[in-house]
């Protein structure tokens, strides 16, 4: 049995959590950490155990970092991925750095390029670079796969001063991110940025969203409100969203 415990905002990292768990000749299972980030120690029991999570300012997001701390894993295959936009920075070193803690040996770590989903900053992706970026990505998730299947072994550098530092920067700052979304007249309160939050971030109050402190600033609502009601930065309810092409809200929504 494999189990491949993943956090996705926009689906670039389910979808290659999904692709993976499919290429290997194993029974799976697929699972949000979401919910188990937040209910404390969980014991992690297969014969091969698979981490994936998107870089987030060179690290991992908050909520997969304490799941990871809070998880006990009794496997004798651990592997770790990041999926990203332009580069991970230290993502996979900072996953490494709390599982040396723990005492746990990761066997493999790898790296899976995907499209940038933090289109509030670098706007969204032209056709021709989503095309490509969605090719490297199903490339490398084979790839991942392979390895997967051959029990590679490899290791990452854990001394990651530069990412460290920009990864604290945000850490501080997503804490206040959430204030600044700005909901517009065009909610119709279906409350589909509700289920799909991955950090259970939001409550539905007289039918429009209320952000807490918990948001990890995945970038999910403001990507995936049919309305595009969310606005943050550059996106307003005239802006292209993005979110991977094969992967819908309902996937996404799922909290096993
Ligand atoms: C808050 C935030 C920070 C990000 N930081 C990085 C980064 O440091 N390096 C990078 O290459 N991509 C970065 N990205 C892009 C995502 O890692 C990338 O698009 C990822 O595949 C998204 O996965 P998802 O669709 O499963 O949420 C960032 C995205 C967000 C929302
Ligand atoms: S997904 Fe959009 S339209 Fe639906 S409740 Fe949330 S903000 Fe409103
Ligand atoms: S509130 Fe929005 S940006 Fe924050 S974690 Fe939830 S879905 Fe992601």
């Known amino acids: 049995m494999t189990k491949i415990f993943y956090f996705s905002g926009t689906g670039n990292t389910l979808w290659s ?38 870089a987030y300012a060179y690290g991992a997001p908050l909520l997969f970092q304490r799941f990871v701390e809070q998880a006990i894993f009794k496997t004798p295959y651990l592997a770790v991925f ?18 040396k803690r723990k005492k746990t040996n990761a066997a493999y770590f790898g790296r899976i390029p995907a499209m940038e989903n933090y289109i509030a900053i670098f706007g969204p992706p032209k056709p021709e670079t989503l095309a490509k970026r969605l090719a490297a990505q199903k490339k490398a998730t084979g790839e991942a796969a392979r390895a997967i299947i051959e029990k590679r072994e490899n290791s990452v550098i854990t001394f990651r001063p530069l990412s460290a530092f920009v ?15 700005k909901v517009s007249g065009d909610c119709n309160g279906c409350g589909i940025c509700e289920k799909i939050c991955p950090a259970q971030a939001i409550t539905m109050q007289n039918r429009r969203p209320l952000f807490s402190r918990k948001c990890e600033h ?18 307003n309810s005239r802006s ?16 096993s």
């Open 82 to 99: 990041v999926t990203y936009g332009t580069s991970p920075g230290g993502a996979l070193a900072g996953i490494s750095r709390i599982l």
């Open 218 to 235: 995945c970038n999910g609502c403001l990507n995936w409100c049919p309305q595009k009601a969310i606005h943050f930065g550059r996106l």
């Open 17 to 54: 959590a999904k692709k993976i768990a499919e290429n290997l000749n194993d029974k799976y299972e697929l699972i949000n950490i979401g919910k188990h980030a937040q209910n404390g120690e969980i014991i992690i029991e297969a014969d091969t155990v698979i981490l994936i999570f998107p």
């Open 240 to 255: 292209p969203r993005y979110h991977h092409p094969e992967i819908t809200a309902t996937e996404i929504a799922r909290h």
């Open 167 to 181: 990864f604290t920067m945000f850490s501080i700052a997503v804490k206040i991110f959430y204030k600044w979304y």
